[in-house]
Nanobody, 124 residues
Framework: EVQLVESGGGLVQAGGSLRLSCAAS????????IGWFRQAPGKEREGVSC????????YYADSVKGRFTISSDNAEKTLYLQMNSLKPEDTAVYYC?????????????????WGQGTQVTVSS
């Protein structure tokens, strides 16, 4: 059974940093595409950063390029999202998601497995 558990969210001032973690189980990282998504109140869920399995390709939303970095520890089956220079508009629930096979992109409907989410709130 695929399971994804996010942690690391919280309240931070604008300009600050947070690191989100996603502990995965039930699948092998190399066989899946995995990434971070977020959903702000009243808005659709959007892709933040995704890593394409087996290809070393990483996608970032334009709004986070240069500020967020996705990484993983395949041995520990943990996905990370380092978020720097946070802005109030980054406030959202952040989700970790995965899908089997090579998925070239960060489009939420393409992803089959989702964590419960972790709240990130950036104050101005």
């Amino acid at each position: 059974e695929v399971q994804l558990v996010e942690s690391g969210g919280g309240l931070v001032q604008a300009g600050g940093s947070l690191r989100l973690s996603c502990a995965a189980s039930g699948f092998t990282f190399d066989d899946y595409a995995i990434g971070w998504f977020r959903q702000a109140p009243g808005k659709e869920r959007e892709g933040v950063s995704c890593s394409v399995s087996g290809h070393g390709t990483t996608y970032y939303a334009d709004s986070v390029k240069g500020r967020f970095t996705i990484s993983s520890d395949n041995a520990e089956k943990t996905l990370y999202l380092q978020m720097n220079s946070l802005k109030p508009e980054d406030t959202a629930v952040y989700y970790c998601a995965a899908v089997g096979g090579s998925v070239y992109g960060c489009y939420p409907p393409w992803y089959d497995y989702w964590g419960q989410g972790t709240q990130v709130t950036v104050s101005s």
